[in-house]
C-alpha cells in the first residue's frame, strides 16, 4: 500500500543526523519537524525567518503570528531566534544548512528538480527554493512517485522549469525510497510496505536500478 503523506515525513525523519541544521519546505517537509528522533538534537530553519523550528503546535498552544515559509503555524524550541528574510538567505546562500527536504513536481535520473511551476496554475515565482537547492550540502525530495494523472513524476528529464541541476541526492515517495548516482540513474533501496518492485518499475519513467531484495521501508520513529 502506497504512503501517505505522514508515512513519507517518517520515512524522511530517519535520514536525519544529529547536530544537523536543516531547511523544511512547503507541503510535505514540513511534517517531518513532528517526527525527529527523539535521540538526536537538530536545529530546523525556515527561509522567512525562524531558527529553531518545533513540532506544529496543539490548539492551546496556535500563535497566529508565529508562522512557517508555507503560513503554517508552528512552535519555537528554547533558545530559538526571529530575524528578517535578507539574514535568513544570508544563512542559506552562505552554506549554513546542511540538509534541505523539499517537495517537488518533478526529479530527474540526473538529480534535476523541478518544483515550482504548477502546470495550469498561476503562480508568482519560485520563492527561496533556487538558493535552497544551490546551498545545501544534501537535499532529500519528498514526493508522489506519480502525479493525479497517472504520469511518472521520476524522470529521464524534467519537462518543467529546473529549480537546480544534478542537485537531489536521496528521494523518499509513497512507493520507495531512491537514491540518485552520480553518474545518473535512480537506485532503489527500499519499498513501501505492501508494495512491489514491480510497481515500482512501472511507475518510473528514468533509468531504475535494482540490485538483490529490496527490503520494505520501516516507519518508527526512534525513542530515547
Not at 500500500?1 to 525523519?13: C, E, H, T, V, Y
Not at 498561476?122 to 527554493?129: C, E, T, Y
Not at 502525479?147 to 544534478?166: A, H
Not at 509513497?174 to 510497481?199: C, N, T
Request: contains cysteine; negative net charge; glycine residues 10%.
Amino acid at each position: 500500500m502506497a504512503l501517505d503523506k505522514i508515512g513519507i515525513a517518517k520515512r524522511i525523519a530517519q535520514e536525519i543526523k544529529d547536530g544537523s541544521y536543516i531547511n523544511l519546505g512547503i507541503g510535505i517537509p514540513t511534517l517531518v519537524a513532528n517526527f525527529i528522533p527523539k535521540n538526536i538534537e537538530v536545529v530546523l530553519q525556515s527561509e522567512n525567518g525562524l531558527l529553531g523550528i518545533g513540532p506544529f503546535p496543539h490548539e492551546e498552544e496556535v500563535d497566529a503570528d508565529l508562522i512557517n515559509a508555507g503560513k503554517q503555524t508552528v512552535t519555537m524550541q528554547p533558545g530559538s531566534s526571529l530575524f528578517n528574510s535578507a539574514e535568513s538567505f544570508a544563512m542559506i546562500r552562505g552554506g549554513h544548512v546542511d540538509l534541505t527536504i523539499l517537495g517537488a513536481m518533478e526529479v530527474s535520473e540526473n538529480g534535476d528538480i523541478a518544483n515550482w511551476k504548477i502546470p495550469g496554475k498561476m503562480v508568482k515565482g519560485m520563492g527561496g527554493a533556487m538558493d535552497l537547492v544551490a546551498s545545501a550540502d544534501h537535499i532529500i525530495v519528498a514526493m508522489q512517485h506519480k502525479s493525479r494523472s497517472g504520469q511518472s513524476k521520476l524522470l529521464k528529464n524534467c519537462t518543467l522549469p529546473i529549480t537546480g541541476i544534478k542537485c537531489v541526492k536521496k528521494i523518499v515517495t509513497d512507493l520507495a525510497v531512491l537514491d540518485i548516482l552520480p553518474e545518473g540513474g535512480f537506485k532503489l533501496l527500499e519499498r513501501a510496505p505492501g508494495v512491489s518492485v514491480d510497481e515500482i518499475k512501472n511507475a518510473t519513467e528514468g533509468k531504475l536500478i535494482i540490485e538483490g531484495e529490496i527490503p520494505e521501508m520501516k516507519l518508527e520513529v526512534a525513542k530515547v
